[in-house]
T-cell receptor
Framework: EAQVTQNPRYLITVTGKKLTVTCSQN?????MSWYRQDPGLGLRQIYY???????DKGDVPEGYKVSRKEKRNFPLILESPSPNQTSLYFCASSDLSGSPDTQYFGPGTRLTVL | GENVEQHPSTLSVQEGDSAVIKCTYS??????FPWYKQELGKRPQLIIDIRSNVGEKKDQRIAVTLNKTAKHFSLHITETQPEDSAVYFCAAKGYNFNKFYFGSGTKLNVKP
């Protein structure tokens, strides 16, 4: 089954404790992206990647890091989480050669930073 | 960068009525405009999209219109059903860049 997966789905942590949210897709998509969703603000893009080893900042990259060492994986790293990073996070992927702008979203990760 | 504004933030309609959600964008270079539906507790899912070389696109009860001159695009849902109740997001993406910009969302409530 074609899908985007994220882990963990729920995470409660404390300020300053490094964490990683994983994202994996099995559709051989080149494009992958991370978003955060906050009430009244819609989805805001954090980082995106056009392919392996190619990443770029989205609209709200501060406080986040990403890496793309393999095509299927695009982890989101919070090196020193703060309470303002409490949010719902979505990973998405798309096939640049097929329908290049059609994004498929993962199930979401709800992060709470105390 | 791009700025996408979406209105209204909430919309309540009677089953069978039509619903219209409007978005404006600021960057004339944007050329791809998707609409996503997000049910409570679920992930956003693409329901329809339009590119800047097209003025209107339909898919059964859903249609999207684009006015490039005025830089706005709209989602039209006809014969609404209770299962259309969800939050709808518009978005914009440019040809020369690979970032997506989303509107703030519209919560649609279809009353039976």
């Amino acid at each position: 089954e074609a899908q985007v997966t994220q882990n963990p789905r729920y995470l409660i942590t404390v300020t300053g404790k490094k964490l990683t949210v994983t994202c994996s897709q099995n559709m051989n998509h080149e494009y992958m992206s991370w978003y955060r969703q906050d009430p009244g603000l819609g989805l805001r893009q954090i980082y995106y990647s056009m392919n392996v080893e190619v990443t770029d900042k989205g609209d709200v990259p501060e406080g986040y890091k990403v890496s793309r060492k393999e095509k299927r994986n695009f982890p989101l790293i919070l090196e020193s989480p703060s309470p303002n990073q409490t949010s719902l996070y979505f990973c998405a992927s798309s096939d640049l050669s097929g329908s290049p702008d059609t994004q498929y979203f993962g199930p979401g990760t709800r992060l709470t930073v105390l | 960068g791009e700025n996408v504004e979406q209105h209204p933030s909430t919309l309540s309609v009677q089953e069978g009525d039509s619903a219209v959600i409007k978005c404006t964008y600021s960057d004339s270079a944007s050329n791809y405009f998707p609409w996503y539906k997000q049910e409570l507790g679920k992930r956003p899912q693409l329901i329809i999209d339009i590119r800047s070389n097209v003025g209107e696109k339909k898919d059964q009860r859903i249609a999207v219109t684009l006015n490039k001159t005025a830089k706005h695009f709209s989602l039209h849902i006809t014969e609404t059903q209770p299962e259309d109740s969800a939050v709808y997001f518009c978005a914009a993406k440019g040809y020369n860049f690979n970032k997506f910009y989303f509107g703030s969302g519209t919560k649609l409530n279809v009353k039976p």
